[in-house]
């Protein structure tokens, strides 16, 4: 084997041990919360030294950015999958409800916390923050559009209706109903999306 490819091969598992630590955050951070989580409940849970996990990320701040980095990615990715024959607002029903999934099933939500301190730790993380300004603008060109095409309601200001999107991706009620009610994955998310696109008025059928 060369060197190059004994480097690749480290790269790689880098790489991969890299994505377990991120994976081993994300899970601590929907259960304990940012103030609760410490680097080593992340070594710990993926089995690794306290050391090795900092030779990844020099600290909780650097990581819980990284994972929310690799989150707001994953949502470009998803929205740039999207068909073009899709409209705006079908385009923005799908990015909600693999964000409501994503939290189903143990992720975290686009916006990570009401607290001050978390939004300002990630306020000085400026890859962080360009890969925020770059989804926020393509969603905001979405709403215009949809609101053009009659499909969203064109008197509400853009950012009322861009900002109350944001807050049903992070909305508490996702985790009562999985925890409280009898509901399955399917009916929640078919239900959050009516709330957020119909709202709670009972709609006339055709």
């Known amino acids: 084997m060369s060197i190059f490819s004994k480097l690749n091969f480290k790269d790689q598992a880098f790489r991969l041990r890299e994505d377990a630590i991120l994976d081993a955050t994300t899970t601590i951070l929907a259960s304990k919360g940012f103030d609760l989580m410490t680097m080593d409940d992340v070594a710990n849970q993926i089995g690794i030294s306290k050391p090795s996990l900092y030779k990844h990320f020099k600290s909780k701040e650097d990581l819980v950015g990284a994972a929310m980095i690799r989150l707001i990615d994953g949502a470009t990715a998803q929205l740039d999958s999207l068909p073009d024959t899709f409209t705006p607002k079908e385009k923005l029903s799908a990015l909600l409800e693999w964000a409501l999934r994503v939290r189903l ?3 975290l939500p686009f916006l990570p916390s009401t607290s001050n301190a978390v939004r300002e730790m990630l306020m000085r993380n400026l890859k962080y923050v360009g890969r925020v300004i770059k ?23 853009p950012d009322v209706i861009l900002y109350s999107y944001y807050a049903r991706s992070c909305d508490p009620a996702v985790e009562y109903l999985q925890k ?23 709609t006339t059928k055709t």
């Open 135 to 157: 989804l926020n603008g393509q969603l905001e060109k979405l709403v215009v559009k949809a609101q053009k095409d009659g499909d969203l309601d064109a008197g509400l200001h």
């Open 180 to 202: 409280f009610s009898k509901m399955d994955t399917d009916t929640i998310v078919e239900n959050m999306l009516r709330v957020c696109f119909q709202g709670l008025e009972k």
């Open 105 to 107: 099933g143990g992720g």
